[in-house]
């Protein structure tokens, strides 16, 4: 068998925007990767579109520099049980983005001289502006570290840890944070809607403020706090919005959402 620049077990919504993106970066040409999918119209589907297909993810696993592991935390211990059985060396580089699936679970399949580098994605990463977070094994080299982080950067903003921990702690602030931006809009759009505000334009608008609000935040040099104070005027109509967040501890129910959200991600790990 051929050997390919990347490998993907786990051909799904953020295994092909992975995939995609490291082709559109120019860092391998589609036919360089080599996915894995189950039925053969999703086969068909991939090939046509360039990349090489295979049903076999034990001989993919052999045949890939790095190789993606994009199945559902649920499918891991069948994959890495098939996995387990493979003898290549040099053994690839692996790049996990289960959700709670930690080092020492890959690494009892695959070895502890496998290096593997975790990373939390999000997906808006399939457009190219997604913020993931990555950690390293004890095989993986900053070189090896520094490649996969590259091929994020390219789909988006990453963040390096150095304790594996943290991969499970930043869930609701990246993986799951897309989730709780929805439910606001689609909150907001709501109340709109009640006012009478057609909720197209109320979603076009609202989404709009998120982009520039956060952009605001990011390059004005300003904290939240001081831009909050900005935009509530004393006695103006902001202020009286604020006040309602405050008083029914709009902070403390994200705390809520968030730590049940990390300690999910550690059930899932066990
Ligand atoms: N979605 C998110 O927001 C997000 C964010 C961060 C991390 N993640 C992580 O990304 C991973 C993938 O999520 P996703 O949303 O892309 O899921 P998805 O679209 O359902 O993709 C999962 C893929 O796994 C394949 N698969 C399922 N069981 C398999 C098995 N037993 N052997 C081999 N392949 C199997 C499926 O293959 P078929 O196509 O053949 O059915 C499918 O292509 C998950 O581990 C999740 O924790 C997701």
Redesign the pocket.
């Known amino acids: 068998m051929k050997r390919y620049r990347m490998g993907v ?7 092909m925007a992975i995939a995609a993106g490291a082709v559109r970066a120019g860092l391998c040409p589609a036919d360089g990767v080599l996915l ?4 053969p119209e ?1 086969r068909a589907a991939r090939a046509a579109q360039g990349f090489a297909v295979t049903d076999d ?1 034990t001989g993919l696993y052999a045949a890939c520099d790095t190789v993606l592991l ?4 649920q ?1 891991f211990d ?2 890495l049980g098939a996995l387990r059985a493979v003898r290549t060396q040099p053994k690839p580089v692996v790049i996990s ?5 930690p080092f020492a679970r890959i690494e009892a399949a695959l070895g502890a001289d496998c290096p593997i580098i975790r990373v ?4 808006p990463l399939v457009l190219g502006k997604g913020a993931s977070a990555l950690v390293r094994n004890g095989a993986a080299t900053e070189e090896q570290l520094a490649a996969v982080r590259n091929l994020f950067d390219q789909m988006g903003v990453t963040a390096v840890f150095e304790q594996e921990d943290m991969l499970n702690e930043i869930i609701p602030y990246n ?2 944070a ?1 989730a709780y931006v929805y439910a606001f809009a689609d909150a907001m759009v709501q109340s709109a809607t009640a006012h009478g505000v057609p909720a197209d334009d109320a979603l076009r608008l609202f989404c709009q403020t998120c982009i520039g609000a956060c952009a605001l935040l990011l390059q004005s040099g300003k904290s939240a706090e001081t831009l909050t104070r900005e935009v509530c005027s004393p006695g103006g109509t902001t202020i009286e919005a604020v006040n309602v967040l405050k008083s029914r501890d709009f902070a403390g129910i994200l705390a809520e959402a968030s730590d049940k959200c990390i300690a999910r991600a550690y059930e899932l790990g066990r």
């Not at 077990?9 to 295994?15: K, L, Q, T």
């Open positions: 077990i786990g051909a799904g919504n953020m295994g894995f999918n189950r039925t999703k993810y994009a199945v559902k935390p499918n069948e994959v983005i289960a959700a709670g699936v939390m994605p999000n997906t993986g799951s897309p």
